[in-house]
């Protein structure tokens, strides 16, 4: 098993940053792939960032590349997801997720674990 927790969402104006952390606990974090999922109200669940469980690999969805960052320390057992030039339709619930493999790219059925889900609103 592995546990999960995100933190650091929030309230920010567009235009603004933020950078969400996600703890893992419980296996070898090292030998996990990661990735960043978001839903916003009354839409599915979608891919927003990947990376492989060395870092040295990482994909994003197309609205948010050049924006955001995801990057991992392994000594940490943390991944996280920097977030800048925030837009109001980046407003929803963000997921990480983590698997038993080098990558595990964009479709949520490849991972294993999920976390909580940490809230990020961005206001006009």
């Known amino acids: 098993q592995v546990q999960l927790v995100e933190s650091g969402g929030g309230l920010v104006q567009a235009g603004g940053s933020l950078r969400l952390s996600c703890a893992a606990s419980?296996?070898?974090?090292?030998?996990?792939?990661a990735g960043w999922f978001r839903q916003a109200p009354g839409k599915e669940r979608e891919f927003v960032a990947a990376?492989?469980?060395?870092?040295?690999?990482?994909y994003y969805v197309d609205s948010v590349k050049g924006r955001f960052t995801i990057s991992r320390d392994n000594a940490k057992n943390t991944v996280y997801l920097q977030m800048n030039s925030l837009k109001p339709e980046d407003t929803a619930v963000y997921y990480c997720?983590?698997?038993?493999?080098?990558?595990?790219?964009?479709?949520?059925?490849?991972?294993?674990?999920w976390g909580q889900g940490t809230q990020v609103t961005v206001s006009s």
């Open positions: 997720a983590v698997a038993r493999a080098y990558y595990s790219g964009s479709h949520s059925s490849n991972y294993d674990y």
């Open positions: 419980g296996r070898t974090f090292s030998n996990y792939a």
């Open positions: 990376i492989s469980y060395n870092g040295i690999s990482s």
